[in-house]
């Protein structure tokens, strides 16, 4: 979650990018459990005014997984073999990660986090990160004005930088069926 200026130089890194939409959504729900707010309290277009669009937030599923893994091998330079191939193949998996789901959710930041926020040392992080696991999702939730308004934030921050006008335009150029085919 950090930005490249604030990263160590002379790494490796992946750069995730998820749907605007999907991670809106997502970060909406996510948020609300965390803070242990009701839904109707903050309803989900004031939620993206205010927060996700209004702070200026530039902050999933695996798509063709297999092809995904060997990338990411390839990039840093391990060699996958069979067995491995097959291991990671399974920890990447949505079951995987849904059966397991209290390891990747933000207990110790909430924990943290909670005398800050006013909470109680009892309440306990009803959040989780290991959704739903269904791509494209967030974007019902959304109106068409939410979705234009992020497609313009996309713009402003990615297209010039890019070329790439949209996330779709993104998806298309680096989707691992794309790549393979240059």
């Known amino acids: 979650h950090e930005n490249f200026e604030k990263i160590p130089k002379g790494g490796k890194y992946i750069y995730v990018v998820r749907n605007p ?3 809106c959504v997502s970060f909406y729900h996510f948020l609300i459990k965390f803070v242990g707010l009701d839904e109707a309290n903050i309803p989900i ?3 993206i005014q205010k927060l996700f669009l209004g702070t200026g937030s530039v902050s999933g ?3 063709l997984l297999e092809v995904v893994i060997e990338k990411i091998a ?3 330079n391990i060699e996958l073999d069979d067995e491995l191939r097959a291991i990671t193949l399974e920890h990447s998996s949505f079951a995987f990660m849904k059966a397991r789901s209290s390891q990747f ?3 110790i930041v909430f924990n943290k986090c909670k005398a800050r926020m006013g909470l109680s040392e009892d309440v306990a992080n009803k959040a989780e990160k290991v959704n739903k696991g269904v ?3 967030g974007g019902s939730e959304m109106t068409v004005e939410h979705h234009q308004q ?3 934030q996309w713009s402003a921050v990615f297209g010039e930088a890019t070329g790439l006008q949209s996330y779709q335009a993104l998806w298309q150029a680096m989707s691992p069926l794309a ?4």
């Open 45 to 47: 277009d004031e939620f």
């Open 105 to 107: 959710d933000e207990h």
């Open 135 to 137: 791509k494209g999702a």
């Open 21 to 23: 939409s999907d991670v």
């Open 74 to 76: 390839e990039f840093m």
């Open 61 to 63: 599923k695996i798509w």
């Open 150 to 152: 992020l497609e313009e």
């Open 179 to 182: 790549t393979q085919q240059k």
